[in-house]
């Protein structure tokens, strides 16, 4: 395919220069990661088996460049989500069922998160 006569196209050089500042941006995505595991945090509690309340109330989100987690400082509460066969006790995977429930709304606000990084960089987009 040959260009058309006459045809100039600019700002080829900026274009480029924001999108490699949006890469930098979508990089480490720590708090977009962090406000959507803390979003999750209802959904756990809900699913979490009542003693004592002790792990209901102890579950705390955290987001790093390249994820979002969920956890207990509890030493049992690995167990309680994914079950022991030792001890005979079935997982109750309250994390996993709760981000399965909602992965709509995971999808969701990931997009609408980098969206708005993108028209921060002056990107316009839909």
């Given amino acids: 395919m040959t260009a ?20 930098e ?8 990661h962090e406000r959507v595991a803390r979003a999750r945090l209802g ?14 109330g102890s579950w705390d989100a955290a987001g790093s460049p390249s994820a979002g987690s969920i956890s207990s400082p509890l ?3 690995a167990t309680i989500e994914g079950g022991s066969d030792l ?10 069922r709760t981000l399965e429930a909602e992965q709509q709304q ?14 921060a960089r002056g990107f316009r987009l839909e």
Avoid: H, N
């Fill in 43 to 56: 959904g756990v509690a809900r699913l979490t088996p009542v003693r004592t309340g002790a792990l209901v």
């Fill in 106 to 119: 995971l999808a969701e606000e990931y997009r609408l998160a980098i969206l708005e990084r993108a028209r």
């Fill in 4 to 23: 058309a006569k006459g045809l100039s196209v600019t700002g080829g050089p900026e274009t480029a220069a924001a999108f490699d500042k949006l890469g």
């Fill in 25 to 32: 941006d979508v990089a480490d995505l720590s708090s977009t």
């Fill in 75 to 77: 030493a049992y509460a």
């Fill in 87 to 96: 001890r005979g006790i079935s997982a109750t995977r309250m994390i996993a």
